[in-house]
């Protein structure tokens, strides 16, 4: 129980709130800052398409130069809780690319288990090498698309579970099925089913916001805990922007926030005054006093804003 202004039971079974957030994708070379959160009530769906669509506008916004057509040069990635109409047909709308997750049901398992042997082709792992066991085959021209909008491609996944691993309702005949949608018209099926995948670096972000402060929303009043989201949004981009402008390079650009406190931010030092200038003087025998060098030298030859 909870006395918090719109807490209620999640679909995880606890008890709080259900956030909405997205985060810009830095690559596997570092971490990438929260572009919008939306605060939501914990028994708030998965799937709410004004939750999504509201969310992308926000995104929007936060990108430069883009103005009212974004184009295809923005890439939105979800789950299959976007996988709805209403949230594809917006991105059709907004000429944006897309990949999102597209549910199964029995209908489209059955077309998938009819598809010819020639219809596969191996999945790549995320080095681009052939996965072992695994398979990637288009839907496209089996599947009813007429309500989608055109241009519409669905692609599956099937993929022999780890051993021990529980199957799902929606797997077929041994195979782990997985299934999504993208208006990329080229490139391999393997490729676009990597770059799909790697929508999986969210849980690293989500992650990442846990550790500054997104576990537990500690007010009471709903208003309070949108600015307590607002205020870990900018933790999250303070760390993406520290190690993208002064730990590039480093093994710190991918460090998450348990070690960065304890290797860097925990490190004693002391701000000092000397002819006009600011001086951060710490112990220089400390193990990752370079690092701690480097980074500084690179955050001042970094332009100011404005």
């Known amino acids: 129980h909870s006395e918090k202004e719109?807490?209620?039971?999640?679909?995880?079974r606890g008890f709080g709130f259900h956030p909405l957030m997205a985060f810009i994708d830095h690559g596997p070379d570092g971490t990438g800052e929260a572009a919008a959160a939306i605060l939501r009530p914990g028994n708030a769906g998965s799937n709410t398409a004004a939750d999504h669509i509201t969310l992308t506008q926000k995104i929007l916004q936060q990108v430069p130069g883009i103005g009212s057509r974004p184009g295809k040069s923005i890439l939105i990635r979800t789950d299959s809780a976007g996988g709805t109409h209403d949230f594809i047909d917006f991105l059709a709308r907004r000429r944006l690319s897309y990949s999102v997750g597209f549910p199964l049901n029995e209908t489209i398992g059955d077309l998938i288990d009819r598809l010819p042997k020639k219809a596969w082709t191996p999945a790549y792992d995320p080095d681009g090498e052939p996965r072992k066991n695994a398979d990637v085959a288009e839907?496209?021209?089996?599947?009813?698309?007429?309500?989608?909008?055109?241009?519409?491609?669905?692609?599956?996944?099937?993929?022999?579970?780890?051993?021990?691993?529980?199957?799902?309702i929606t797997d077929r005949n041994g195979w782990r099925l997985i299934a999504f949608a993208t208006n990329t018209t080229g490139g391999q099926l393997a490729d676009l089913e990597v770059r799909h995948r790697r929508r999986a670096r969210c849980e690293d972000r989500i992650r990442i916001a846990k550790d500054t402060g997104l576990t537990n929303f500690p007010l009471k009043g709903f208003a309070q805990n949108q600015i307590w989201l607002a205020v870990v949004e900018v933790a999250c981009d303070l760390l993406a922007w520290t190690q993208m402008l002064a730990l590039a390079g480093t093994a710190a650009r991918l460090w998450e926030p348990k070690k960065l406190r304890m290797r860097l931010f925990a490190t004693a030092a002391r701000l000092t005054r000397h002819a006009r200038r600011l001086r951060l003087r710490y112990d220089r025998h400390h193990p990752w006093s370079g690092l701690l060098a480097a980074g500084l030298e690179r955050l001042a030859a970094y332009p100011a804003p404005g």
């Open 6 to 12: 719109q807490a209620k039971p999640t679909y995880k």
């Open 139 to 168: 839907l496209t021209g089996v599947l009813d698309l007429s309500g989608w909008p055109a241009g519409m491609r669905v692609i599956v996944r099937r993929e022999k579970p780890h051993p021990g691993a529980q199957l799902r």
